[in-house]
């Protein structure tokens, strides 16, 4: 599976952006799709991951409200809608995915086995 990740770019605090990841082959089981993101001298930190099959959702609670991850399966895409943008959500972001995911590891990167490049998102006024 390959993903491939597009939507990045330089926005005004409040503004929106749309990120997107779609992969090479559907999936199939406990397939999860998340985004992670990494700030310039952070580690990665989880953003949101949906669940391919019943589209349960899970957030990092600095995005809960302001973000909305959900997927579309005629296009095997996984969107990640950003709104209300902060400076602190500048970053760069990377999509992923992964099988076989229990709730309670969604949150963690060494959960995933496939990442796309990542797409760079600036805030600033």
């Known amino acids: 599976v390959q993903l491939q990740a597009s939507g990045g770019g330089s926005v005004q605090p409040g503004d929106s952006l749309r990120l997107s990841c779609t992969f090479s082959?559907?999936?199939?089981?406990?397939?999860?799709m998340a985004w992670f993101r990494q700030a310039p001298g952070k580690e990665r930190e989880f953003v949101a991951a949906?669940?391919?099959?019943?589209?349960?959702?899970y957030y990092a609670d600095s995005v809960k409200g302001r973000f909305a991850i959900s997927r579309d399966k005629a296009k095997i895409t996984s969107y990640l809608q950003m709104n209300n943008l902060k400076p602190e959500d500048t970053a760069v972001y990377y999509c992923?995915?992964?099988?076989?995911?229990?709730?309670?590891?969604?949150?963690?990167?060494?959960?995933?086995?496939?990442w796309g490049q990542g797409t760079l998102v600036t805030v600033s006024s």
């Open positions: 082959e559907r999936p199939s089981g406990r397939y999860v």
């Open positions: 949906i669940r391919w099959s019943e589209s349960t959702t």
């Open positions: 992923a995915g992964g099988g076989g995911i229990i709730t309670s590891s969604t949150y963690r990167a060494s959960s995933y086995n496939t």
